[in-house]
């Protein structure tokens, strides 16, 4: 064996010393690298982790069931990314809430790069003086829309035109385009104070069609975040999606040119406004910095993720909304009786009229609960060294709230399985407190910025379409509540409804 080691070892002395230099440092790595008590998780395969066992299954319910076998904090491993996954609300209020600081950042993976053109935009930008600059300006614009009559205005007048369209079909149809006009109008509506009148318009095409495109290639992820030497030579639907995003994003920014020729400081129209109105400020204090967290990409960016988060998730969600009224005729004629009694046939639907209507707001709280649209959010990122339910997580590791096993706690919610708006009453029939464990907006600095105008929009619109008709699925055919998709979306598929008119 001497012989066979002498024969190895190399002859000369500075590859001698190269060869001791390598095992050394080696072994003082292993000796004094930080060591880490990790979650648990499952065992993956070399080089992709758990990618195989995720690929064509509804994410959020397969880290749901895994959270059975290895706790509330466990991880798993997508290619070369590492993720924590939290599953119990004592656990994700320690992050969001406790540790908030600690979690505020966004994974910069190499899609959310190329969306963001480098993570420009307030939802997955990392967390920072920029951010906090656009997080404020955003915030102020919505306060801004939501004073008054605007909000109300808007529901009224998008109501008006979709229940018209509506009126128009006869037998039974698809609702969910309706459903995209009107939330796309709330959209176009607060952001460049536009509206379309049917589903052939020029805004509807360019918003709406467009994310449809993006949004039906985007299901399961891409395995360019996971596996690296794919980004030499992106996939088909890796180039198709950033195709329609950068379409948006195209029209986007004609509509701040636009805004710019018509601008006045004194007269603040929508929410593209408030944005050349923070610009010009920067400018005119003459603040380099400032004016560096305010370029024009900036803007656009904070636009699209508006257009992009706001549409997508409030149609889904009344998409879910109006499938459950016609599964349970029960629970519609509920909500029949409600708006009756507090939305006039004129459909001039005001957010005061919200704390009148506790059922409906019951109904939609209770539908985001089975099913959230977005069932593991947006995931975080941690920022420095951490821990969370008694693990280490390490700087810069991807952290996902799986809110789907937070809807779906038996600890936390009785009979978890049935579809029961109740629950969310107290016992004058009133709106109760929010329960800890239904978190759809998120929670902490990340929470969701649309929250606000969300909530009283899906109430009013939901209201409004079952004060003019009653709702029921074709004739002969059959649709159950289960999701129709796959990956990270949480959708029911395509249905078609008979909607019968009420006034």
């Not at 910069?108 to 300006?137: C, E, F, M």
């Not at 464990?437 to 600095?445: I, N, T």
Request: glycine share 6%; hydrophobic share 40%.
């Amino acid at each position: 064996m001497f012989e066979c080691l002498t024969q190895w070892w190399p002859q000369s002395v500075v590859t001698q010393a190269l060869v001791v230099g390598i095992v050394v440092g080696v072994i003082a790595y292993n000796l004094f690298k930080k060591r880490y008590n990790l979650p648990p998780g499952p065992k993956g395969w070399p080089l992709v982790g758990n990618l195989l066992e995720v690929r064509g299954t509804l994410l959020f319910r397969k880290l749901r069931d895994w959270s059975k076998t290895y706790g509330p904090v466990m991880t798993i491993q997508l290619g070369t990314l590492k993720a924590v996954i939290l599953s119990r609300i004592d656990v994700v209020t320690e992050a969001l809430i406790t540790r908030q600081a600690d979690f505020a950042g966004r994974p910069n993976t190499y899609l959310v790069s190329q969306l963001t053109k480098g993570g420009k935009d307030i939802v997955n930008a990392s967390y920072g003086p920029t951010w906090k600059l656009h997080r404020k300006i955003a915030s102020k614009a919505l306060r801004h829309y939501l004073m008054g009559d605007n909000l109300s205005l808007k529901v009224s007048q998008s109501l008006h035109i979709t229940t018209a369209l509506m009126r128009k079909e006869q037998g039974a149809f698809d609702p969910f385009p309706y459903l995209s006009l009107s939330i796309s109008n709330m959209m176009t509506g607060m952001l460049f104070n536009k509206i379309s009148e049917n589903v052939d318009s020029e805004y509807y095409k360019a918003y709406v069609v467009t994310l449809d495109d993006l949004m039906k290639e985007a299901g399961e992820g891409f395995l360019e975040d996971s596996i690296p030497p794919l980004r030499l030579c992106p996939t088909p639907r890796f180039r198709r999606v950033t195709r329609a995003s950068d379409k948006i994003l195209d029209s986007i920014k004609k509509e701040i040119a636009a805004h710019r020729k018509t601008f006045n400081k004194d007269e603040i129209q929508d929410f593209t406004d408030a944005l050349i109105q923070a610009q010009q400020e920067a400018e005119e204090v003459d603040d380099p910095v400032l004016m560096s967290q305010i370029t024009n990409i900036h803007m656009a960016m904070t636009i699209f993720d508006l257009v992009l988060a706001g549409t997508e998730t409030s149609r889904n969600t009344l998409h879910w909304c109006l499938l459950t009224m016609a599964l349970h005729p029960d629970i519609q004629k509920k909500v029949h009786q409600e708006v009756d009694s507090v939305i006039g046939p004129d459909l001039n639907v005001h957010v005061s009229d919200r704390e009148n209507l506790p059922y409906t707001d019951a109904v939609i709280h209770e539908v985001m609960r089975l099913r959230p649209v977005v069932p593991i959010g947006v995931a975080h990122s941690t920022l420095c060294d951490t821990t969370v339910g008694g693990y280490d997580v390490p700087k810069g590791t991807m952290v996902i709230i799986n809110h789907d096993a937070l809807h779906f706690d038996p600890d936390q919610w009785e009979d978890v399985n049935t579809f029961k708006p109740e629950r969310f009453l107290d016992s004058d029939g009133k709106m109760g407190p929010k329960p800890d464990s239904w978190l759809p907006f998120s929670a902490g600095r990340r929470v969701c910025l649309g929250e606000t105008v969300a909530k009283p929009e899906l109430h009013l619109f939901l209201a409004g379409i079952l004060r003019v008709f009653t709702i029921s699925l074709a004739p002969g055919t059959q649709h159950d509540f289960e999701p129709q998709s796959k990956g990270a979306r949480n959708t029911p598929g395509r249905y078609k409804i008979v909607m019968k008119s009420r006034i």
